[in-house]
């Protein structure tokens, strides 16, 4: 699988950045997903640190960008009963 980023999401954590990236999809057809953070503008490559919030309103952007797909979230839902 290439590292090559076929769509991304991110979020502004006072000049600090939470992002989501789908990668290609490999030859069985999942495609992966990246979650980084780091100082804005720079190659994110460190652990995330988020509070709830912060979590919440990432996978938002995700869901409505199109990074997370309408499988992912039934199952999140069915998983933690929303």
Request: glycine fraction near 10%; proline fraction near 2%.
């Amino acid at each position: 699988m290439t590292n090559k980023t076929v769509a991304s999401v991110s979020i502004d954590m006072a000049g600090k950045e939470a992002r989501i990236e789908k990668l290609p999809a490999d030859e069985a057809g999942q495609a992966a997903l990246r979650i980084s953070g780091g100082q804005k503008g720079e190659a994110q490559d460190g652990p995330l640190t988020l509070t709830e919030e912060l979590l919440i309103e990432l996978l938002h952007k995700a869901s409505q960008g199109g990074i997370l797909s309408n499988s992912f979230i039934g199952k999140l839902r069915e998983k933690i009963e929303i």
